[in-house]
């Protein structure tokens, strides 16, 4: 068992011991566990079983996994009385990290009928009764607080996950059955998938760019940040303007009619190839039928609503989108330092929907930050190892928790990948 070390988690995950013992960690901890047995209520054990793709995968298999990550990385190491579950798991629902050992195939997820949803409920449940055990000790919740907040963190990340992988999973179903038929309130759990924007005023902010410091300032212990966000940096940007909006379905569909998905010139490489591999003529959920446009939602099928924000694009057509339309997709510096900007803003001229809309793909290749370095052991492979083949996206979805990111989150994907809540802000 990786033995994690205290101190180096304590800067990596830029947490305070002096924040150790705030009263909420308990709480929090109930409310995010909670909130995962909530996004599967609606399902059947039938549901959480299937893997529809190999990177999707099982509702079942995540509300394991994000135990699994509890009992590795918390309870084996600072519960002295802990007993593991069931053995096995430590493989079954190891998802990548190597410093643990063997781990379940991730497109062989989808195989696990054994253990059943019941069995996993009850994971849970021993998880849970350990955990409230190891929290209700001062010493031990500070001495492993940096790592409970991780987990929860990873938690929040696999709750917007589950909703992905299960709607991916329902539009596979011919009867294209809805998550939950009707829309509740934006922000909570994949509801309100359309939230159609306000349009008002210029269409562009405009930033002098010059030398600007983005990044997660590791000595703050304001709030968490994962690992990548760090080390706060200066970058120099040129003047640039930036869409105040996201980029609306009735301009996505503009595309389409010129024929945005005819034109090579319009397309990176690889981009080109997938168009023509897969057949990419929309977005992932769409389907043009007796010449009206529907999306596939949590709540169903739909009628495209075209002042909604385009959602489940992928890196390739985003930019492609930027091209047809004589613009560019951001930097993470040049989003990163308008999002800031706006925050602070009283003024009209700000970026609008930047978080609980759609993830925003920008042109940056997911790197370590200047300074970056993983910490020591299995936990961390969280990140650092992914930085190769991918695209920052940022700010956040309908899908993501509340509170769960913030300007500096990096949230990072391959470029041909759109079964995420993922759209388009241009910038100049
Ligand atoms: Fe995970």
Redesign the pocket.
């Known amino acids: 068992m990786t033995r994690v070390q205290d101190l180096n988690l304590v800067s990596m995950w830029n947490l305070d011991r002096d924040a150790c013992v705030q009263p909420s960690l308990s709480d929090q901890f109930s409310r995010v566990r909670a909130g995962t047995d909530a996004i599967a209520a609606p399902l059947s054990p039938e549901d959480c079983q299937v893997q529809s793709m190999p990177d999707a995968s099982p509702i079942k298999w995540?509300m394991a996994?994000?135990s699994w990550?509890f009992e590795t990385f918390v309870l084996e190491p600072y519960a002295a009385s802990y007993r593991a579950f069931d053995p096995k798991f430590k493989v079954l629902f190891n998802?990548?990290y190597n410093g643990i050992g063997d781990k379940q195939p991730r497109a062989e997820r989808g195989l696990l009928s054994r253990p059943s949803l019941d069995r996993i409920r009850e994971y849970r449940a021993h998880v849970d009764a350990a955990m409230r055990g190891l929290l209700r000790s001062r010493a031990q919740a500070a001495a492993a607080h940096s790592l409970i907040s991780l987990g929860l963190n990873?938690e929040e990340?696999?709750q917007e996950?589950m909703l992905t992988d299960l709607k991916h999973m329902l539009s596979m179903n011919p009867c294209a059955p809805a998550y939950r038929a009707e829309a509740a309130r934006a922000h909570q759990n994949g509801a309100a998938e359309n939230s159609a924007p306000a349009q008002s005023g210029s269409a562009w902010s405009s930033f002098s760019g010059g030398l600007v410091e983005i990044g997660h300032d590791a000595k703050s212990t304001v709030q968490f940040a994962f690992d990548s966000e760090s080390p706060r940096h200066q970058v120099f940007l040129r003047p640039y303007r930036i869409a105040k909006q996201l980029v609306r379905n009735r301009e996505y569909l503009a595309f389409i009619v010129d024929g945005g998905y005819s034109r090579h010139d319009l397309w990176l490489s690889e981009g080109w190839d997938r168009v023509r591999d897969e057949r990419w003529c929309a977005p992932m959920y769409w389907r043009e039928d007796h010449r009206a446009w529907t999306e596939f939602t949590l709540h169903g099928t739909q009628a495209l609503d075209p002042d909604a924000p385009v959602c489940h694009v992928s890196f390739f057509e985003a930019d492609a989108y930027a091209r047809w339309a004589d613009a560019r997709l951001p930097t993470e510096a040049e989003w990163e330092h308008a999002a800031n900007d706006s925050a602070a803003s009283t003024s009209p001229d700000v970026l609008a929907q930047c978080f609980g809309s759609r993830w925003q793909w920008t042109a940056s290749a997911y790197l370590g930050h200047p300074g970056f370095t993983a910490a020591t052991g299995a936990v961390g492979e969280y990140n650092g190892k992914f930085m190769c083949n991918q695209f920052v996206l940022k700010g956040s979805s309908i899908a993501t928790p509340e509170g769960h990111s913030r300007v500096t989150y990096r949230n990072f994907f391959p470029p041909e990948k759109r079964w995420q809540f993922s759209g388009i802000r241009l910038a100049k």
Do not use: K, P
């Open positions: 995540h996994h994000t990550f998802s990548y990873h990340q696999h996950l």
